[in-house]
C-alpha cells in the first residue's frame, strides 16, 4: 500500500538555525498538509497546501515557517530559525483529489529537537 | 470553530475486556468523523471513519458511529488484544473548516495480558 515518507526520523538542530523537513506524499494526491505534536498536547494543524499555494494556515505557521513543492514528488516544511518552542514532532499527510471525504494519510513524523 | 474533547487516558485493561473511548465533538457544518491509531514508534495511521450521521465505521473489530444528536463518535471494541495497545485520536474535518483535521488530545490505551 503507498504511505507517505518523511524524512530525517529524527533532527537536532541549534536554536537560531534554519531546518528543513522533507516529506514524499503519496503519487497521485494532490492536497498536503503538516501538523505538529509538542509533547504531551494536541495534534496541531499548521498548513494546507494544493496547485501549488498554500490554501490555509494556523497562527503556529508564522513568518518563520515556509512550504515548497520544489518537484513532482517532494514536500518540504522549513523553519528559518528555530526557537526551543519549535521542538515537536512534525507530521506531514496527504490525500487524494475530488470528495472532501477522503481521509489524509500520515507519515511516521520527525522528532525536531532544538537544543 | 471546530473542536473534539476525548476521555483522558491511560486506560489500562486487561486482554479481552471491553474498550470504550469517548469522543464528542463541535464543529462548523457538516463534519466527517474520524479515528487515527499511533502505535509506540509510528506515525497516525487512519482506523475507521464515518461521513455521515447513522454511519458507522469498522475495522479490525472496532467500532465508531457517528451520532449527530449527541455530537459523538465513541470508539469501541468488544475483545481488545495486547497489540491494541496504543494512542487513539479522534479527529474531525469540515468542509467549512477548510478540510485541515482537528484532533482530540489523545488517549492512551494499554492492554495488558
Known amino acids: 500500500e503507498p504511505e507517505v515518507t518523511q524524512t530525517p526520523s529524527h533532527q537536532v538542530t541549534q536554536m537560531g538555525q534554519e531546518v528543513i523537513l522533507r516529506c514524499v506524499p503519496i503519487s497521485n494526491h494532490l492536497y498536503f498538509y503538516w501538523y505538529r505534536q509538542i509533547l504531551g498536547q494536541k495534534v496541531e494543524f499548521l498548513v494546507s497546501f494544493y496547485n501549488n499555494e498554500i490554501s490555509e494556515k494556523s497562527e503556529i505557521f508564522d513568518d518563520q515557517f515556509s512550504v515548497e513543492r520544489p518537484d513532482g514528488s517532494n514536500f518540504t516544511l522549513k523553519i528559518r530559525s528555530t526557537k526551543l518552542e519549535d521542538s515537536a514532532m512534525y507530521f506531514c499527510a496527504s490525500r487524494g483529489g475530488g470528495d472532501s471525504n477522503q481521509p489524509q494519510h500520515f507519515g511516521d513524523g520527525t522528532r525536531l529537537s532544538i537544543l | 470553530g471546530n473542536s473534539v474533547t476525548q476521555m483522558e487516558g491511560p486506560v489500562t485493561l486487561s486482554e479481552e475486556a471491553f474498550l470504550t473511548i469517548n469522543c464528542t465533538y463541535t464543529?462548523?457544518?457538516?463534519?466527517?468523523l474520524f479515528w487515527y491509531v499511533q502505535y509506540p514508534g509510528e506515525g497516525l495511521q487512519l482506523l475507521l471513519k464515518?461521513?455521515?450521521?447513522?454511519d458507522k465505521g469498522s475495522n479490525k473489530g472496532f467500532e465508531a458511529t457517528y451520532r449527530k444528536e449527541t455530537t459523538s463518535f465513541h470508539l469501541e471494541k468488544g475483545s481488545v488484544q495486547v497489540s491494541d495497545s496504543a494512542v487513539y485520536f479522534c479527529?474531525?474535518?469540515?468542509?467549512?473548516?477548510?478540510?485541515?483535521?482537528?484532533f482530540g488530545g489523545g488517549t492512551r490505551v494499554l492492554v495488558k495480558p
Open positions: 479527529a474531525l474535518t469540515s468542509k467549512a473548516a477548510g478540510n485541515k483535521l482537528t
Open positions: 464543529a462548523t457544518g457538516y463534519p466527517s
Open positions: 464515518a461521513t455521515k450521521a447513522d
